[in-house]
């Protein structure tokens, strides 16, 4: 079994500040790991996927990841927030089979100008 | 491109009443998805399929039902035994392993009124 925790259901930083989104995982299996985000009415994008190669995973738009096995985490970061960057951001993860994805809640990311 | 279409955007039901979304891919993926996004809530797994003619319930299966008759095709029909069918529809694909990652369509509202 699998779960996610994404701590903050809102996250509010200033343009340019350091963007930190938190993400801890549970499972029974060597996990994959994954974000998305997703704007207002559309479907998610991928940013980022962590599958057992390199522990800090470089993603789109500036984004980047690093998996923690000794924490349990998978915490997003990108070093500058820009107003484009305003979204809900999903953590997901998922065993080695194709049975689907288990989500977190999500975390509304506001930019503050 | 290769994605996946969903249709309609917008879907008015009233009470009572059967109502199928779409969910096509020209991915050739063999792995597909049907997910259920309420606010707050994260994303929910009702149905998923890994292959032509076969499908397994997810976590909120109760009130849905799914067909797997072609491969790029999964349509997903909310009955009227679901008593809260009001939400964002996702439907998603993958080739068969997760560390391919998922593919996510644009989502289907549906309203009853």
């Known amino acids: 079994a699998q779960s996610v925790t994404q701590l903050g259901s809102h996250v509010s930083v200033s343009e340019g500040a350091l963007v930190l989104l938190r993400c801890n995982y549970s499972?029974?299996?060597?996990?994959?790991l994954f974000w998305y985000v997703q704007y207002p009415n559309q479907g998610l994008q991928l940013l980022l996927k962590?599958?057992?190669?390199?522990?800090l995973v470089k993603g789109i738009n500036g984004f980047e990841a690093e998996f923690k096995k000794s924490e349990t985490s998978f915490h997003l970061t990108k070093p500058s927030a820009h107003m484009s960057d305003a979204a809900e951001y999903f953590c997901?993860?998922?065993?080695?089979?194709?049975?689907?994805?288990?989500f977190g809640k999500g975390t509304h990311l506001i930019i503050q100008p | 491109d290769g994605g996946i279409t969903q249709s309609p955007k917008y879907l008015f039901r009233k009470e009572g009443q059967n109502v199928t979304l779409s969910c096509e891919q020209n991915?050739?993926?063999?792995?597909m998805y049907w997910y259920r996004q309420d606010p707050g809530q994260g994303l929910r797994l009702i149905y998923y399929?890994?292959?032509?003619?076969?499908?397994q319930k997810g976590d909120i299966a109760e009130g849905y039902s799914v067909s797997r008759e072609k491969k790029e095709s999964f349509p997903l029909t909310v009955t009227s035994a679901q008593k809260n069918p009001t939400a964002f529809y996702l439907c998603?694909?993958?080739?068969?392993?997760?560390?391919?990652?998922?593919?996510f369509g644009s989502g289907t509202r549906l309203t009853v009124v």
């Open positions: 399929s890994q292959i032509v003619n076969d499908f």
């Open positions: 991915l050739n993926h063999d792995a």
């Open positions: 962590y599958t057992s190669a390199a522990t």
């Open positions: 997901a993860v998922s065993g080695g089979g194709a049975d689907g994805l288990t």
């Open positions: 499972s029974s299996v060597p996990p994959y």
């Open positions: 998603a694909s993958n080739p068969g392993q997760s560390r391919y990652g998922y593919t």
